[in-house]
């Protein structure tokens, strides 16, 4: 382990972050479990990239059959990745019906906003306080969440997302939701006086970076008219919430009954073969496609396609999705129970295989607990400890995430809960004693 950390280091340098106190070296992986060097076995709980499953035998199959027969760029005909535009373009309302392939979702984000940018011909751009979208330059200046040199753009403004399990708990939901509006009203004024115009707004669908916020009914469709009055495009970044994660529908922004003007998809679309993408209308195409010779060597190849098209076979044939739904429920229900024996956790956060709950620190009496991130931390290392992976994020990393592959089973489910409340417990405890 030390030699490996140091070989690392030695030649990816020290910046790239590591999970844990004490890294993990994993060699092998299967289904919802992950294999480390000594032979342990680690339930994951938080990798939304082998969406149907780690190393699943029909991408994996896919994958080497296709690139046994065939790999070239999207500048020659084949029917493979045709056949999966067609496919994936199914999942989406009417209105959304052509796409474009990337290899990630930091480069659909980019080349959204180029699309955003020619056609409302301004170059504002509107984003939560604390979001992460992508890597690239353009990303890099609309990027709140994470630490990133070039600094905030001038033609960027943010706007917090309510949270009514979070600091907005307690208040009317009407006074959040006329508050929250209110921001996004003064964030468009202020790019039209400085000259910068509307050109998108740009949004995660769970509100994932942010901290799984629940948001007020009709906050996202009052949102996104706001924007489209102002000529600015609506952009759905689908990576975290898309191909039925949040399990009441296949993309995330169905769940706020709004259809974007772009949707931007990466992680899970390839089950760990990287596979990018964003769909929009044929009228945006046509608008972006003859004042640009866009193409992209490695998007939409054949081995990627065969990926992507084993994914949504998998996601029906084992109706992964409906599987979804019902350990969704019993999850929201033994969060609920988990919050009534811990009063230092808040409600369950998210939606379907994506949830989680805010940790606070209620030492001190008083109206308002504060968030406790050295207590989140402690529950995430507890969770190690008993060989399940979580992770943290939120505004004050206290919010914990919870996003196991959607091929994890009841019983599978059964044992995160179990060792979840088990950690709750054990962290508990500790405090107590001192």
Sequence with gaps: ???????????????????????????????????DVNGVRYLDGYN?????????????????????????????????????????????DAEIDRVIFTNSGSESNDLAFRIATQHSRSSGIIVSDFSYHGHTQALARVTTGLTAHEGLGDHVRTIRVPDLDGADTGVPEAAVLERALRELAEAIASLQETGHGVAAILFDSLFSTEGLNRVPAGYVRQVAALVRAAGGLVIADEVQSGFGRTARNFWGHQNHRIVPDLVTMGKPMGNGHPVGGVALSAALLD???????????????????????????????????????????KIRTALHELGRDHSWIG?????????????????????????????TKAVVEAMRERQVLISRIGRSDTVLKMRPPLAIDSAELDGLLDRFSDSLKTVESVALAR
């Design 1 to 35: 382990m030390t030699d490996l950390l140091t070989r690392r280091f030695a030649t990816l340098g020290p910046y790239s972050p590591l999970f844990y106190d004490t890294p993990i070296e994993f060699v092998a992986a299967s289904g919802v479990w992950l294999t």
């Design 287 to 329: 608008e972006f496609g003859p004042r640009n010779m866009y193409f992209n060597t490695f998007g939409g190849n054949p081995v990627s396609a065969a990926a992507g098209h084993a994914v949504l076979d998998v996601l029906a044939e084992e109706e992964l999705i409906q599987r979804a739904q019902v350990n969704g429920a």
């Design 347 to 375: 409600a369950p956060k998210g939606d379907g295989l994506f949830f989680g709950v805010e940790v606070f620190d209620r030492s001190v009496l008083d109206d308002e607990a504060s968030p406790d991130p050295r207590r």
């Design 48 to 92: 939304n990239v082998p969406h149907v499953g780690h190393a699943h035998p029909r991408v994996v199959q896919a994958i080497a059959d296709q690139a046994a027969t065939l790999n070239i760029h999207t500048r020659y005909l084949n029917d493979r990745v045709v056949d999966y535009a067609e496919r994936l373009l199914s999942t989406f």
